[in-house]
């Protein structure tokens, strides 16, 4: 893990790549009720996910922002399949 900042920069890059192909895939398939719904667990993933980085009281550090990391990944899949199945 290279920095705090790059897994921010992470977090917001690939969270907001997931909320741009769900606007995208909503309008051409005109399930924008559904791809609302998916940018809506978005957001509220990258809050979480936020929240858990500033938490204060972590013992080891290292492998608490590894497993955010693993996380994200895991969560950014399953979005992505959730939009593919739109």
Do not use: C, W
């Amino acid at each position: 893990m290279a920095s705090i900042k790059n897994l921010k920069k992470d977090i917001n890059y690939v969270l907001g790549d997931v909320i741009e192909y769900a606007i995208d895939v909503s309008v051409l398939k005109n399930e924008q009720k559904k791809g609302d719904e998916i940018i809506d667990e978005a957001i509220n993933t990258f809050d979480g996910l936020i929240a858990q980085i500033n938490t204060k009281n972590v013992e080891n550090k290292k492998a608490h922002f590894k497993s955010l990391n693993q996380e994200l990944e895991t969560k950014a899949k399953a979005l992505v399949e959730k939009i593919n199945g739109l």
